[in-house]
């Protein structure tokens, strides 16, 4: 069998079809969803584009690979499934974006196409983050407030032809290039096939952005009193993503339809381009005898709660949409509630391949599922987030119902998140919730070490900082 996987970069599944959205128009992942497995409560393990793609292709959570942020690489000594894949006999292929950073990047994958549309070095795109030490008082994102929050606000500025839109363009041409090589009787392949969209800066042409401009759309609104259920992550973020500069500006209703016109739109161009991928497999023939995954690596806040980007724990940036299909081997339509999350994916590829699994993975095959339809045993999902903006570690564990919170040294947060899915109540000091609290504390406190966690993170937030900065200084001395 081949394995065609498929990533949308911060794609909230609150809107899409499969998650109930009827704002947008999503039919090929409508339609895939149909002939496959829907991961209802899938999440990532860390909100943010490098630790969680590294966390995903490793089976391992960030912090075991001291990958923190977004201008951090992961060593090469650890195995990947492009590693187990490959020893198996299959070609292993990324196509777009996989957010390596560094020298290493293909990271056990035969090859990289299109590697030009990836950031790699993190030595001058990401300089900022290097520049990062979280002792320090945020004072915003170092990249000023036209990086992310302004990008949020409809402007002359933003609404041009960026290029990402283009890069798209020449990774689903080489995608299909790459499909339309193959036939049944070609060698085993793995491709990952990664677009940009739907990650700000918002552009789409206006043919596409007409088709949602006359649509009731989910638009989200502020609360009264919100501010008083944020806590430290939640100010410390929303400061470093400049957000009471551009908050009033976002939140205005007609910027708001600007937005998720934009968003609706960047999706639809992508859930079209996913279209095209299966159609080529179809025409190849080579459509029935390859599993498709679908997936995220984070969620967006797209103005929910007043809130933009990723990096909170919220469930619009920690869930992803994760879709699995194989028509005639696995269930169709079916929908998984129990939580699972990226770091599934690995023993999974393993066990539907039969590529061996290095040993200590964080997750588990979702195959006996996905076979079948039926319920996973329940376990608890991790996320964490120690990068860019934040000034501790942050943990989240998610068990049932029950989302918990850990930012070390400063705040614990519950949230029963079936009754409760805005997450505006929190639990923590309320009668009758102390045991699943402290139960959810406990498996943080079991998993991980926050004060290893808070001394790595900063030693290397200083290591890379340092190495900027000289770096800085001899570009200016040669000016």
């Not at 989910?218 to 100010?235: A, N, Q, V």
Request: proline residues 6%.
């Amino acid at each position: 069998m081949n394995v065609l996987f498929v990533m949308s970069d911060s794609l909230t599944p609150h809107l899409t079809g499969p998650y109930g959205d009827r704002g947008g128009s999503t039919p090929n992942l409508d339609n895939l969803a149909s002939d496959g497995v829907v991961f209802e409560n899938a999440y990532c393990n860390s909100p943010l584009c490098v630790p969680s793609r590294a966390s995903m292709v490793t089976g391992r959570f960030a912090s075991d690979l001291m990958c923190y942020d977004n201008a951090s690489a992961f060593s090469s000594e650890w195995p990947t499934f492009g590693h187990s894949l490959a020893a198996a006999g299959y070609e292993t292929t990324i196509i777009g974006k996989m957010h390596f950073v560094g020298h290493d990047q293909n990271h056990g994958f035969d090859s990289r196409i299109c590697l030009h549309t990836d950031y790699t070095t993190g030595y001058d795109p990401l300089g900022y983050l290097l520049a990062y030490d979280w002792t320090q008082p945020s004072g915003g994102n170092p990249a000023g407030p036209e990086w992310m929050g302004t990008s949020y606000v409809k402007s002359e500025e933003w609404d041009h032809y960026p290029k990402h839109y283009d890069w798209d363009e020449e990774i689903h041409n080489a995608a299909l290039e790459f499909l339309s090589g193959k036939s049944p009787d070609s060698d085993p392949f793995f491709c990952c096939v990664s677009y940009h969209q739907p990650h700000n800066p918002f552009w789409i042409p206006d043919d596409i952005r007409d088709i949602f401009r006359s649509r009731e759309l989910p638009l989200p609104s502020i609360p009264d009193g919100i501010e008083t259920c944020h806590g430290p992550m939640d100010r410390w973020l929303d400061d470093f993503h400049y957000l009471p500069q551009v908050r009033g500006e976002m939140m205005d209703e007609e910027n708001l339809r600007w937005l998720y016109e934009t968003y609706y739109g960047m999706t639809y161009d992508m859930d079209s381009r996913l279209g095209e991928l299966l159609q080529s497999m179809k025409e190849t023939g080579i459509d029935e005898n390859t599993a498709v995954i679908f997936a995220s690596d984070h969620g967006d806040m797209m103005a929910h709660r007043g809130m933009l980007q990723k990096r909170y724990f919220y469930e619009r940036s920690v869930r992803v949409a994760l879709v699995l299909s194989y028509p005639g081997q696995w269930a169709t339509g079916a929908r998984i509630e129990k939580p699972v999350s990226l770091v599934d994916i690995f023993p999974t590829l393993s066990e539907i391949t039969g590529a061996q699994i290095p040993p200590n993975l964080a997750g588990r095959s979702l195959l006996p599922c996905i076979e079948d339809g039926h319920e996973p045993e329940e376990e608890t999902i991790f996320c964490e987030y120690h990068g860019e903006g934040v000034h501790a570690p942050c943990f989240m564990a998610r068990r049932g119902d029950y989302k918990y919170v850990y930012v070390h040294g400063h705040e614990e947060r519950l949230y029963n998140v079936e009754e409760d899915p805005d997450e505006y109540r929190n639990l923590i000091e309320e009668r009758g919730y102390a045991d699943v609290a402290a139960n959810l504390r406990k498996s943080i406190l079991n998993q991980f070490d926050p004060d290893r966690v808070s001394d790595e993170a900063l030693r290397s937030q200083r290591n890379r900082g340092f190495i900027y900065r000289r770096a800085k200084e001899r570009d200016e001395a040669q000016a």
